[in-house]
Nanobody, 124 residues
Framework: QVQLVESGGGLVQAGGSLRLSCEAS????????TAWFRQAQGKEREFVAA????????NYANSVKGRFTISRDNAKNTVYLQMNSLKPEDTAVYYC?????????????????WGQGTQVTVSS
């Protein structure tokens, strides 16, 4: 089974950048499509971005398109989320999630592996 651990969160000023990492245990991580979700305080968890098993295809929420970039390095069992031009409304706990079926959509019910989350706070 794959276990996921996020890192890279922190406090940054508006307009700044952060890179999140999601490191997976297990040798079959390349068989899992992977996504980032986020959950702001008092709000539902929402889709941010997803990447295919090979890394050749990506999918983004409209709210982050052009600012965030998802990528993966299967040799390192790691998926990244590069976040640029951060806004206060990007403040949330960011979660990494994977599924064996290759699903890259926004419905969190299709993701069956989740990390513990990492906090991102953007100050104005």
């Amino acid at each position: 089974q794959v276990q996921l651990v996020e890192s890279g969160g922190g406090l940054v000023q508006a307009g700044g950048s952060l890179r999140l990492s999601c490191e997976a245990s297990g040798r079959t991580f390349s068989n899992y499509a992977t996504a980032w979700f986020r959950q702001a305080q008092g709000k539902e968890r929402e889709f941010v971005a997803a990447i295919s098993r090979s890394g050749g295809n990506t999918n983004y929420a409209n709210s982050v398109k052009g600012r965030f970039t998802i990528s993966r390095d299967n040799a390192k069992n790691t998926v990244y989320l590069q976040m640029n031009s951060l806004k206060p409304e990007d403040t949330a706990v960011y979660y990494c999630a994977s599924n064996f079926g290759g699903y890259m959509g926004s419905d969190r019910r299709y993701y069956d592996r989740w990390g513990q989350g990492t906090q991102v706070t953007v100050s104005s």
